[in-house]
């Protein structure tokens, strides 16, 4: 089943057409990765999918409907964004946090097994539920962030940049987590500059260079890819990867 | 020691009505960055509903209360829909904003004055003569009325933002908007939030001044000193409104009871002025940017 359809998106800003006619498909279960260069328009296409910008052209579909241009409606609809920087509320303690990313829901039972499922997932934040998150180190924050966004209950997460600026072990431990959000039944699409983990991961991939999807399939083909390797895994086009 | 004492009370009461002032400005502020130099006249209406409320409808004080803080809040969250969200809507600078407040609250002042009239009313003395006694410390009635209410006022809205699900989505939109709404909260709806409680404060503040002076078109020229109250505890910040109102309102009474009266209003702006060159960000505030 398809879960998220972009058709022909063209999004503006700033008078910079940071994306021109992207095309792109997310079925349901899947781990889809963008890898491309700073700049190349991938937070702005996972800002304009999570309605903080509007698109001067084309169509996105969640689950078959259109979405709806505006933020609060689309996380309710089911989509569920972490953002590059991760934006925790630093003057909330880890567990408001955590109830913020429930605040559209009105299950509590399901709110608090939720909960316990964070906090199973992310000891850490356990220890350090009642502390201002704001005190957090970058990878507790980054977990914050994803933890979060699992109590949203959301079906697509947007991930963007969720390894930067983090220590080898805790990029692995990002990684990790983000099997077990497709565990847990989350369709994910994750915009990397990491894109050796970002595509070792993944089921498909796109390349998207200057606001245009310039290639597109499966993971480890595009792993296998001469001109992906020598541009996003940092291997020259002579030597095997 | 008994002026002292005295002062202090007189001080305390005086503050807390500036404390109900100032999170209005506070609240508004920590979620839009702009002061809002109408609420003044929102303050004004609140006086003047709560007045209509107990004379012309006869309701007792608290039904007047209810009236003004109702009154008020309406008037606070058609003010953001009329005048505010034109100028959300198109990402005006924060300049157009308080320029917009500004006219906004010529506007309803002027109004009043061009309906209503300039005449000064009096509301009916409701809690009877004669100041209570403690010692040798007198308390005015309406002095310690105001006291009461304000102080429940604001313990209720404390325990609304810090323990609320509503509160504490105000608090997220105030440390960012973007991330809020990444929750599913509504920047729109958490600024109609704002309003309307910094709107129903103002009028149980403006029905209280009312009952402890009069009524009358400019009343709410007093929220220049809750301004400076505000910024001087740190704009944007709840607890440093509260600080912020009860230190200025201690301080001019002590300055009108151990100096002289006419200092009063001298000391206080030169609080604002050296707190705005010493600490712009104010007591409790976090960022020293525009203090517009």
Same mark, same amino acid.
């Given at each position: 089943?398809?879960?998220?359809?972009?058709?022909?998106?063209?999004?503006?800003?700033?008078?910079?057409?940071?994306?021109?006619?992207?095309?792109?498909?997310?079925?349901?279960?899947?781990? *889809?990765?963008?890898? $491309?260069?700073? $700049?190349?328009?991938?937070?702005?296409?996972?800002?304009?999918?999570?309605?903080?910008?509007?698109?001067?052209?084309?169509?996105?579909?969640?689950? $078959?409907?259109?979405?709806?241009?505006? %933020?609060?409606?689309?996380?309710?609809?089911?989509?569920?964004? *972490?953002?590059?920087?991760?934006?925790?509320?630093?003057?909330?303690? *880890?567990?408001?946090?955590?109830?913020?990313?429930?605040?559209?829901?009105?299950?509590?039972?399901?709110?608090?097994?939720?909960?316990?499922?964070?906090?199973?997932?992310? %000891?850490?934040?356990?220890?350090?539920?009642?502390?201002?998150?704001?005190?957090?180190?970058?990878?507790?924050?980054?977990?914050?962030?994803?933890?979060?966004?699992?109590?949203?209950?959301?079906?697509?997460?947007?991930?963007?940049? %969720?390894? =930067?600026? =983090?220590? %080898?072990?805790?990029?692995?431990?990002?990684?990790?987590?983000?099997?077990?959000?497709?565990?847990?039944?989350?369709?994910?699409?994750?915009?990397?500059?990491?894109?050796?983990?970002?595509?070792?991961?993944?089921?498909?991939?796109?390349?998207?260079?200057?606001?245009?999807?310039?290639?597109?399939?499966?993971?480890?083909?595009?792993?296998?890819?001469?001109?992906?390797?020598?541009?996003?895994?940092?291997?020259?086009?002579?030597?095997?990867? | 020691?008994?002026?002292?004492? +005295?002062?202090?009370?007189?001080?305390?009461?005086?503050?807390?009505?500036?404390?109900?002032?100032?999170?209005?400005?506070?609240?508004?502020?920590? !979620?839009?960055?702009?002061?809002?130099?109408?609420?003044?006249?929102?303050?004004?209406?609140?006086?003047?509903?709560?007045?209509?409320?107990?004379?012309?409808?006869?309701?007792?004080?608290?039904?007047?209360?209810?009236?003004? &803080?109702?009154?008020?809040?309406?008037?606070?969250?058609?003010?953001?829909?009329?005048?505010?969200?034109? /100028? #959300?809507?198109?990402?005006?600078?924060?300049?157009?904003?308080?320029?917009?407040?500004?006219?906004?609250?010529?506007?309803?002042?002027?109004?009043?004055?061009?309906?209503?009239?300039?005449?000064?009313?009096?509301?009916?003395?409701?809690?009877? +003569?004669?100041?209570?006694?403690?010692?040798?410390?007198?308390?005015? #009635?309406?002095?310690?009325?105001?006291?009461?209410?304000?102080?429940?006022?604001?313990?209720?809205?404390?325990?609304?933002?810090?323990?609320?699900?509503?509160?504490?989505?105000?608090?997220?939109? &105030?440390?960012?908007?973007?991330?809020? &709404?990444?929750?599913?909260?509504?920047?729109?709806?958490?600024?109609?939030?704002?309003?309307?409680?910094?709107?129903?404060?103002?009028?149980?503040?403006?029905?209280?001044?009312?009952?402890?002076?009069?009524?009358?078109?400019?009343?709410?020229?007093?929220?220049?000193?809750?301004?400076?109250?505000?910024?001087?505890?740190?704009?944007?910040? /709840?607890?440093?409104?509260?600080?912020?109102?009860?230190?200025?309102?201690?301080?001019?009474?002590?300055?009108?009871?151990?100096?002289?009266? +006419?200092? #009063?209003?001298?000391?206080?702006?030169?609080?604002?002025?050296?707190?705005?060159? !010493? #600490?712009?960000?104010?007591?409790?505030?976090?960022? &020293?940017?525009?203090?517009?």
């Amino acid at each position: 089943m398809s879960m998220l359809n972009v058709n022909d998106l063209h999004v503006s800003y700033g008078g910079i057409r940071a994306l021109r006619g992207v095309t792109l498909e997310v079925m349901q279960g899947e781990i *889809v990765t963008i890898i $491309g260069a700073n $700049g190349a328009g991938k937070s702005t296409l996972l800002n304009a999918i999570s309605g903080f910008l509007r698109p001067g052209q084309g169509e996105m579909h969640f689950k $078959g409907e259109k979405i709806e241009m505006k %933020p609060s409606r689309i996380v309710k609809a089911g989509i569920c964004h *972490v953002p590059e920087g991760r934006l925790i509320f630093a003057n909330l303690t *880890v567990e408001d946090n955590l109830k913020l990313g429930a605040y559209l829901r009105t299950d509590r039972k399901k709110i608090a097994q939720d909960l316990e499922r964070v906090y199973g997932l992310f %000891p850490r934040l356990r220890e350090r539920m009642k502390q201002l998150s704001g005190t957090l180190s970058g990878g507790e924050q980054q977990m914050l962030a994803m933890g979060r966004a699992l109590m949203t209950d959301g079906d697509l997460v947007l991930l963007d940049e %969720p390894s =930067l600026g =983090l220590a %080898p072990l805790l990029v692995k431990t990002v990684f990790d987590i983000i099997l077990e959000f497709r565990d847990l039944g989350k369709t994910i699409l994750l915009v990397e500059q990491n894109a050796y983990k970002a595509l070792h991961i993944a089921d498909r991939a796109y390349v998207l260079e200057q606001g245009k999807i310039v290639k597109s399939g499966a993971a480890k083909a595009i792993a296998e890819d001469p001109a992906v390797k020598e541009a996003y895994l940092g291997a020259k086009s002579t030597t095997a990867g | 020691m008994n002026l002292f004492l +005295q002062q202090l009370v007189n001080g305390l009461s005086i503050g807390s009505i500036y404390a109900l002032m100032a999170v209005g400005y506070s609240l508004v502020y920590s !979620i839009m960055n702009f002061s809002n130099f109408a609420h003044g006249s929102v303050i004004m209406l609140g006086a003047y509903f709560g007045y209509y409320a107990m004379t012309l409808l006869g309701l007792p004080f608290l039904g007047g209360a209810v009236a003004a &803080a109702l009154g008020s809040a309406g008037v606070a969250i058609i003010l953001e829909r009329l005048a505010y969200k034109p /100028l #959300r809507d198109r990402r005006a600078p924060f300049l157009y904003f308080i320029i917009t407040a500004m006219g906004a609250s010529m506007f309803i002042d002027n109004s009043v004055i061009a309906t209503i009239g300039p005449t000064p009313k009096m509301y009916p003395n409701v809690f009877g +003569q004669g100041p209570i006694s403690i010692g040798h410390i007198d308390i005015g #009635r309406v002095d310690l009325a105001m006291f009461i209410i304000s102080a429940v006022a604001l313990v209720a809205l404390i325990l609304f933002i810090d323990h609320t699900k509503l509160g504490k989505a105000i608090q997220a939109t &105030a440390y960012n908007m973007k991330a809020s &709404a990444l929750m599913g909260i509504s920047p729109s709806f958490v600024i109609i939030l704002v309003f309307g409680i910094g709107g129903g404060l103002a009028g149980i503040a403006g029905i209280l001044y009312g009952m402890k002076y009069q009524v009358f078109p400019q009343i709410g020229a007093i929220t220049l000193k809750s301004f400076i109250a505000a910024v001087f505890g740190g704009l944007g910040s /709840l607890p440093g409104a509260l600080l912020g109102a009860l230190l200025l309102g201690i301080l001019e009474t002590f300055v009108s009871g151990y100096l002289s009266s +006419q200092y #009063r209003d001298l000391i206080a702006f030169t609080l604002l002025i050296a707190m705005l060159v !010493i #600490r712009p960000s104010g007591i409790m505030g976090k960022n &020293a940017e525009d203090k517009a």
